[in-house]
Nanobody, 114 residues
Framework: QVRLVESGGGLVQAGESLRLSCTASANIFRISTMSWYRQAPGKQREFVAAITTGGSTNYADSVKGRFTISRDVAKNTVYLQMNSLKSEDTAVYYC????????WGKGTLVTVSS
């Protein structure tokens, strides 16, 4: 199973930006949809953004226009650029690879102070 490692989380103030990275242990982008999910304290994990093998993207309504998902195939890395962060974006962010199977990273914590 592919290993995913997230990085880039941290503490920021509302209105600021962060970029998350997720690096895969193998080149799977040609066979996998890569996604970001998040889980806030006391809440269920929710979908944030995805990029398909063909490069199409889609976003949760709550982040549309503020977050951008992208990938660097040569680096086996997918990114989540998060702008205009809000306190409600505070969560642990998880990377997911879906290729028939599902692989998950361990998550990176994003805390947005208001």
């Amino acid at each position: 199973q592919v290993r995913l490692v997230e990085s880039g989380g941290g503490l920021v103030q509302a209105g600021e930006s962060l970029r998350l990275s997720c690096t895969a242990s193998a080149n799977i982008f040609r066979i996998s949809t890569m996604s970001w999910y998040r889980q806030a304290p006391g809440k269920q994990r929710e979908f944030v953004a995805a990029i398909t093998t063909g490069g199409s993207t889609n976003y949760a309504d709550s982040v549309k226009g503020r977050f951008t998902i992208s990938r660097d195939v040569a680096k086996n890395t997918v990114y989540l650029q998060m702008n205009s962060l809000k306190s409600e974006d505070t969560a642990v962010y998880y990377c997911n690879a879906h290729y028939g199977l599902d692989s998950w990273g361990k998550g990176t914590l994003v805390t947005v102070s208001s």
